[in-house]
Each structure stands twice: as structure tokens, then as C-alpha cells.
């Protein structure tokens, strides 16, 4: 490995999880986040001596991962749509079912309230709430205004309230 390649490697590691979580939430499926969380790292490695060295690579991370999702987007949006099997089945054996039911029920309810939102109010969600970027840092990934992603904070924060508080009220019936 090269210096340069090692030097990559070290400052990229630590957000190995901010970037698939990034991409979890901009994918509807497991195996499609973890390719795009993995395109990402290629196409950061590939663009690594072109990039000037900023104090965080969060940022330069995100914008990369969330330009490779819009991509993917547009792209899929040209072709058929491909139904995913369902996700997180019950286990056989395990311990806790009414517990793991509510558990998946509320991270279901979450990721459907996530995507019930537009695009602009997900993706500034999923910046600053969710991978722990400042505003700053989340307008500049946006290429938006910081005061546009505030707005969009706000709007989606109270549309989330409004959705998840109706699904918590449904699970009490």
C-alpha cells in the first residue's frame, strides 16, 4: 500500500458509518445502501488527489454519497421498478417476539415517515439528525443555502412529529 493510499484509508475510515447510515436513508433497500456506501469509498478513493484536504471529510463523503444516490435515482427512474423481497422477517427462535415486533414496527413506521417526506426535507433530516453534520456543513453538501436548510429541518422535523405521532397512536389501539 502507498502512502498515498494509506494517508486515504486513515482519514476516511472513521466515517465508514456516517456513510452507510448516509446511505440507508437515501436507498429504500439494505443491499442497495451498502452498494452505494460502497461506490462511494471508490469514487472518494478515485477523486482522492484531485480533492483539496478540508478538516472534515464527513462532508466531502456525504456529497459524494448523496450525488451517487441522486444519480441512481435518475437512472432507476428510466427503468422498470424491481419490487424488493420484504425485510426484517421474523426470526425463528427468538426470544422476544412482542418486542422485536414493536422494535421493527417503530423502525418501519420511521423509514416509511422518512420516505413519505420530500426528497429536500429527507436528505436535510438525514444530514444533520441523523449523521451529526452542522447546518453549515449540511448546506454545502446540499449546495443550498444554510437558512434554506434550516427551513427544511423544520418542515420535515414537524411533518415527522405529525406522521410518527399518528403511527405511535395506531400501535396503541
Known amino acids: 500500500m502507498t502512502n498515498d493510499q494509506d494517508s486515504f484509508l486513515r482519514a476516511t475510515m472513521g466515517a465508514m458509518d456516517l456513510v452507510y447510515n448516509l446511505s440507508r436513508r437515501l436507498v429504500r433497500s439494505r443491499e442497495e445502501a451498502e452498494d452505494l456506501a460502497q461506490d462511494t469509498y471508490l469514487a472518494a478513493f478515485r477523486a482522492r488527489t484531485e480533492r483539496r484536504r478540508p478538516q472534515r471529510v464527513e462532508p466531502w463523503l456525504a456529497t459524494i454519497c448523496l450525488n451517487l444516490a441522486r444519480s441512481r435515482y435518475r437512472s432507476?427512474?428510466?427503468?422498470?421498478?424491481?419490487?424488493?423481497?420484504?425485510?426484517?422477517?421474523?426470526?425463528?427462535?427468538?426470544?422476544?417476539?412482542?418486542?422485536?415486533?414493536?422494535?421493527?414496527?417503530?423502525?418501519?413506521?420511521?423509514?416509511?415517515?422518512?420516505?413519505?417526506?420530500?426528497?429536500?426535507?429527507?436528505?436535510?433530516?438525514?444530514?444533520?439528525?441523523?449523521?451529526?453534520?452542522?447546518?453549515?456543513?449540511?448546506?454545502?453538501?446540499?449546495?443550498?443555502?444554510?437558512?434554506?436548510?434550516?427551513?427544511?429541518?423544520?418542515?420535515?422535523?414537524?411533518?415527522?412529529?405529525?406522521?410518527?405521532?399518528?403511527?405511535?397512536?395506531?400501535?396503541?389501539?
Request: hydrophobic letters at 45%; proline letters at 4%; glycine letters at 10%.
Open 76 to 173: 432507476r427512474s428510466r427503468r422498470p421498478r424491481e419490487v424488493a423481497l420484504e425485510e426484517g422477517a421474523a426470526v425463528v427462535g427468538e426470544e422476544d417476539p412482542e418486542g422485536a415486533a414493536l422494535a421493527s414496527l417503530d423502525r418501519d413506521a420511521l423509514h416509511l415517515a422518512m420516505w413519505s417526506l420530500p426528497e429536500e426535507q429527507r436528505v436535510a433530516i438525514t444530514l444533520v439528525d441523523l449523521a451529526g453534520l452542522s447546518t453549515a456543513e449540511a448546506a454545502r453538501v446540499m449546495g443550498t443555502p444554510r437558512g434554506t436548510v434550516l427551513s427544511r429541518l423544520h418542515r420535515g422535523r414537524r411533518a415527522l412529529a405529525g406522521l410518527l405521532g399518528s403511527a405511535v397512536q395506531e400501535v396503541g389501539r
